[in-house]
């Protein structure tokens, strides 16, 4: 880590890695399989952080690694259009109907920042509304109020973000329809997006009460706004089609990542096709990308995807976080410890807290001490758990029952410490 930090500032390439939050030092990984992460000092751990979300099929599933492999023999980069790409635009409209048409770019973050573009563009309208606690990556004008590891640092912004970039961009509670109804009735005919996560992971989880999608896309119809839902960590994860198939919603642009790559790195957004077909070349809006479509990381991508069908692993996966759900609980009954565990599928995060975790200022009451203990804990007996109270954990196919059982029984180790 020393090392590390002589070259990499704080010693790695995104914030969260650095501990900041948990203190102490990172492991360094060397590699990794199944639900498994090994580190540099042969420490093997359960890995319930998964890359951050990606992995839903656990590391180096069979048909993702065959994938890679014959494609890598037909060459890595081609600079031009592949028959991948289409493949992959298809098989995304066929689970995500929305999605009408699609492009392909690198990353989650370039997804929600094309799509604004986007927006902005076909709509001809400057403003943007995001909500507190979601996390849309680290592009200007969505760096307000951001979760993830601006929240996770406590930041409240980022300098370098010019003030103008977020000018036009407002902030509001998660959860909160009232809120938004009463600024779109005052600034509605001015707004070219709202953006929102609709199961929001990056305050940690907190699920959409119910009501408040319908709400919002009521909203942006009736003012002519674009309703983005950012699906880069629930696409394909809460459901095969999303939270919009979850919660029945369409939106008019949604954006994608993690999971859509295999472990690769894939963004994608898309949505209607009189929006989509704005974009440059068949429209006026730029957007352009070296790499994207990357014939390495599409291949990947739809092996994973193919591994999907309309209920698993999502049942299995289903149980496995009902019952990390369940044990969590009992363990800090039996602790006498306030807890809320927030989970949807395979997302889940625990709040040390005794009121209901419904939006940023209810997550950020948790007990961010007992977080740091209970979180030594579970590293020390061998699971790596994500480093910050603001950021979800996940559960991925290669997870068994008695895996489980042993992050609850560690879980509970970790109260015990706690109490001191
Ligand atoms: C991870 C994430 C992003 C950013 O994706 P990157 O690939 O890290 O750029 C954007 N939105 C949401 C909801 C995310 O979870």
């Known amino acids: 880590m020393e090392r590390a930090r002589r070259v990499l500032p704080g010693g790695v390439n995104s914030p969260v890695r650095s501990f900041r939050a948990v203190g102490g030092t990172p492991p360094f990984f060397v590699r990794a ?14 890995d319930l952080v998964l890359a951050y979300g990606p992995l839903i099929l656990g590391h180096l599933h069979p048909a993702v690694v065959a994938a890679i492999s014959s494609q890598l023999a037909l060459g890595e980069a081609m600079g031009g259009p592949t028959e991948l790409e289409v493949e992959l635009g298809e098989r995304i409209r066929q689970l995500v109907p929305s999605m009408e048409m699609v492009r392909l770019v690198n990353s989650g973050t370039e997804a929600t920042m094309s799509a604004i573009r986007l927006a902005r563009g076909a709509t001809g309208r400057d403003l943007l509304v995001k909500f507190a606690g979601c996390y849309h990556g680290h592009s200007d004008a969505l760096l307000a109020a ?3 590891g601006v929240a996770t640092l406590a930041l409240p912004g980022s300098p370098g973000v010019p003030e103008a970039s977020v000018a036009d961009t407002m902030v509001l509670p998660y959860n909160d329809l009232d809120a938004v109804a009463e600024a779109f009735a005052r600034v509605g ?3 070219a997006a709202l953006i929102v996560e609709p199961v929001a992971g990056n305050m940690g989880v907190v699920p ?10 009521e909203l942006t119809s009736r003012y002519g706004a674009i309703l ?7 696409g394909f994860r809460v459901a095969r089609g999303g939270a919009q198939d979850l919660f029945a919603i369409r939106p008019d642009l949604t954006c994608l990542g993690k999971v859509i790559g295999g472990g690769l790195p894939v963004g994608a957004f898309g949505g ?3 929006l989509m077909r704005q974009l440059a070349p068949e429209g006026q809006v730029y957007q352009a990308g070296t790499l994207s479509g990357s014939p390495l990381a599409v291949a990947a991508g739809l092996a994973a995807l193919g591994q999907l069908t309309p209920t698993e692993p999502y049942a299995q996966l ?3 976080g009902q019952r990390l759900e369940l044990g969590l609980l009992e363990q800090a009954r039996d602790h006498g410890l306030p807890l809320q565990v927030n989970r949807m599928g ?3 995060t625990f709040f040390f807290t005794s009121a209901p975790v419904v939006d940023y200022a209810s997550a950020a009451a948790s007990d961010l001490n007992r977080f740091r203990q209970v979180h030594g804990a579970l590293l020390k007996g061998g699971v790596f758990w994500p480093p910050s109270q603001f950021e979800a954990a996940f559960l991925c196919a290669a997870h068994t029952q008695a895996q489980i059982d042993q992050v609850v029984a560690l879980f509970g180790e970790g109260l015990e410490r706690s109490l001191g």
């Open 208 to 217: 959409p009460r119910a009501g408040f999608l319908a709400g919002l896309r």
């Open 346 to 348: 395979s997302m889940l």
């Open 189 to 191: 005919e001015r707004v």
């Open 318 to 320: 289903e149980r496995l």
């Open 146 to 148: 951001a979760g993830s």
């Open 272 to 274: 209607r096709a009189d």
């Open 33 to 46: 399989r199944g639900p498994f992460i090994v580190d540099v000092d042969g420490n093997r751990y359960l």
């Open 228 to 234: 983005i839902f950012d699906e880069v960590m629930t």
